[in-house]
């Protein structure tokens, strides 16, 4: 059982990753786009929300895969490590969405 715990997870782990890192990249592209276009028309695309909500919804995929990497890790330093990025990921998927509900209260505040 061990053995097949070795050869899954880092399998498992990468691909949570790359589904992770391709959402921001996509994000990343969706927000140059729109930030452009901003610049080029004079209007507000809300290009900084588009990003905020693209990394807020990487996070998740890249924590998984973090926690994922616990299970096979055997020594205190590789812990200690996954545990501070966990922490920071976490501070930052609050920080995104504090940024994000923000921008949105900004936005409806200038609609009304």
Not at 10 to 33: N, S
Not at 63 to 77: Q, R
Request: overall charge negative; glycine content about 4%.
């Amino acid at each position: 059982m061990h053995n097949i715990i070795n050869m899954v997870v880092p399998v498992a782990v990468e691909i949570i990753e790359c589904i992770g890192i391709l959402i921001l990249l996509v994000g990343v592209g969706k927000a140059l786009y729109f930030m452009i276009k901003g610049l080029i028309t004079k209007t507000n695309t809300k290009w900084a929300l588009k990003l905020s909500t693209s990394m807020a919804n990487a996070l998740p995929f890249l924590m998984a895969s973090e926690i994922l990497e616990t299970v096979i890790v055997k020594d205190a330093s590789g812990l200690l490590r996954i545990a501070a990025v966990i922490v920071m990921r976490t501070i930052f998927v609050v920080l995104i969405h504090y940024e994000a509900k923000h921008e949105e209260d900004l936005e409806e505040i200038q609609h009304h």
